[in-house]
């Protein structure tokens, strides 16, 4: 329930993490690739877990 509350604005936020990669880059390629990743249904429980890491 939690994951897909938090699903829209993990979105945004994947989003805003590609714009500043060109703005600055401070976000690692590979965690980009990591949370392309996560957008398969199987992931919803691991982006939950991303979430609270990064918010």
């Known amino acids: ?3 897909k ?3 829209p604005c993990f979105r945004d936020a ?3 993490a590609r ?3 060109v703005l600055r880059p401070r ?3 590979s965690s980009l690739v ?3 990743a996560l ?3 199987e992931f919803l429980i691991e982006i939950e877990t991303i979430g609270h890491i990064a918010g």
Do not use: C, L, W, Y
Request: net charge positive; no cysteine; glycine share 4%.
């Open 27 to 29: 976000v690692p390629a």
């Open 39 to 41: 957008f398969r249904p």
């Open 5 to 7: 509350e938090g699903f």
């Open 1 to 3: 329930m939690k994951a």
């Open 19 to 21: 714009r500043n990669q």
């Open 34 to 36: 990591q949370i392309s």
């Open 14 to 16: 994947t989003h805003d």
